[in-house]
Nanobody, 123 residues
């Protein structure tokens, strides 16, 4: 069964950068929608970056130009490069996979989730 494990979170100052990593095990993710979600204090969970099976990406408006999602199929690993961090980016970040879908990822139900990695940004 597919398992996901995030890492790379931490505490940074505004303007800083981080690279989050999601290591997948138990099943390949190369033929699935993949995404990063986040949930900040008192906020609903939101999808911030999506990647389909052929490498097309899409982003939430709030992170466009600052976040980059990518993957390494050989390593079965998903990444999220985050730059120009602001305190509003403070959240638990989760990677997720929609195992039954390859495309149109923003509309899909994601059925595999990691435990999350915390990102805290101070001003």
């Amino acid at each position: 069964q597919l398992q996901l494990a995030e890492s790379g979170g931490g505490s940074v100052q505004a303007g800083g950068s981080l690279r989050l990593t999601c290591a997948a095990s138990g099943h390949t993710t190369s033929d699935s929608c993949m995404a990063w979600f986040r949930q900040g204090p008192g906020r609903e969970r939101e999808g911030v970056a999506f990647l389909n099976a052929v490498g097309d990406t899409s982003y939430a408006d709030s992170v466009k130009g600052r976040f980059t999602i990518s993957k390494d199929d050989a390593k079965n690993t998903l990444y999220l490069q985050i730059t120009s961090l602001t305190p509003e980016d403070t959240a638990m970040y989760y990677c997720a996979v929609a195992t039954r879908y390859l495309f149109d990822c923003r509309r899909r139900e994601f059925d595999r989730w990691g435990q999350g990695t915390q990102v805290t940004v101070s001003s």
